[in-house]
């Protein structure tokens, strides 16, 4: 099969490429591309940069000219509800756009006309995953990641997305790549591990454990590649 892994920052996919072996690079809009055959499946891995416009392009060209026929989603989340710690895996079970804001037309926050308010991830990655967690013995939480264009290090602000959205972590991406693989009817899964907890400490927490919480979320992500299609 054709597996897309994406990150948005390079630490998230360097504990990849550090697994797969040898792979050849392609550099296209704005990306590089890394191709490799990995337990019997043709893998695509890039990162596109931070946000949601860098991560809709990166995903958009892994499907198109790559023609991934899945994408999983590696990187580090801010953590909002309390049950999650530093270094701690939550898989999205739906993710949203916390700063979507057309109100003044009378939609909800995330809301754009004739797209939908949360973007479900594909069920069948979601199971496997909770198979993997128990192999590997390791705590999966699975709750609703909101995406926006901003380092969210404000107790106040975490709290408004956590009440508008019943969000359990926030990010900057994952929300747009789903809109991507929902527009494309292509499965996707987002994976994050806790980096910080988006309050005061939030850029200090980041700073810290990006590498860590990345490496978590990478060995998880590959675990999942070995046993999809079995
Ligand atoms: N990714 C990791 N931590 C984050 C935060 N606090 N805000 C936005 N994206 C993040």
């Given at each position: 099969?054709?597996?897309a892994?994406m990150g948005?920052?390079?630490?998230?996919?360097?504990?990849?490429l550090?697994s797969?072996?040898?792979?050849?690079t392609l550099e296209?809009?704005g990306?590089?591309?890394?191709t490799?055959?990995?337990k019997n499946?043709?893998?695509v891995?890039?990162y596109s940069k931070?946000?949601k416009v860098?991560?809709?392009?990166?995903?958009s060209?892994?499907?198109?000219?790559?023609?991934a026929?899945?994408?999983l989603f590696?990187?580090?989340?801010?953590g909002?509800?309390k049950e999650?710690?530093i270094?701690?895996?939550?898989?999205?079970?739906?993710?949203?756009?916390?700063?979507?804001?057309i109100?003044?037309?009378?939609?909800?926050?995330?809301f754009?006309?004739?797209?939908t308010l949360?973007?479900?991830?594909d069920?069948n990655?979601?199971s496997?995953?909770s198979e993997?967690?128990?192999?590997?013995g390791?705590d999966?939480y699975?709750g609703i990641?909101?995406?926006g264009?901003?380092?969210?290090?404000?107790?106040?602000?975490?709290?408004?997305?956590?009440q508008?959205f019943?969000?359990?972590a926030?990010?900057?991406?994952?929300?747009?790549?789903?809109c991507v693989?929902?527009?494309?009817?292509?499965?996707?899964?987002?994976?994050?591990?806790?980096?910080?907890?988006?309050?005061?400490?939030?850029s200090d927490d980041?700073?810290a454990?990006?590498?860590t919480?990345?490496?978590?979320?990478?060995k998880?992500?590959?675990?999942?590649?070995?046993r999809?299609?079995d």
């Amino acid at each position: 099969m054709k597996i897309a892994i994406m990150g948005a920052m390079r630490e998230e996919i360097d504990p990849i490429l550090e697994s797969v072996g040898t792979y050849q690079t392609l550099e296209h809009a704005g990306n590089v591309f890394y191709t490799c055959t990995y337990k019997n499946h043709e893998l695509v891995i890039a990162y596109s940069k931070i946000g949601k416009v860098f991560s809709a392009i990166t995903a958009s060209v892994m499907l198109e000219r790559f023609g991934a026929e899945v994408l999983l989603f590696s990187g580090v989340a801010g953590g909002i509800s309390k049950e999650l710690k530093i270094g701690d895996l939550i898989m999205a079970s739906a993710l949203c756009q916390h700063d979507v804001d057309i109100v003044a037309f009378g939609h909800p926050y995330g809301f754009i006309p004739e797209g939908t308010l949360m973007i479900e991830s594909d069920a069948n990655l979601r199971s496997l995953a909770s198979e993997v967690a128990i192999d590997m013995g390791v705590d999966l939480y699975e709750g609703i990641i909101a995406t926006g264009d901003q380092f969210v290090a404000s107790g106040e602000r975490k709290s408004w997305i956590q009440q508008t959205f019943n969000a359990d972590a926030l990010e900057m991406e994952g929300a747009s790549v789903a809109c991507v693989c929902q527009n494309f009817g292509i499965p996707f899964f987002v994976l994050r591990a806790i980096s910080d907890t988006a309050d005061g400490g939030a850029s200090d927490d980041f700073d810290a454990f990006l590498k860590t919480s990345a490496a978590e979320s990478a060995k998880f992500i590959l675990e999942m590649v070995k046993r999809i299609g079995d």
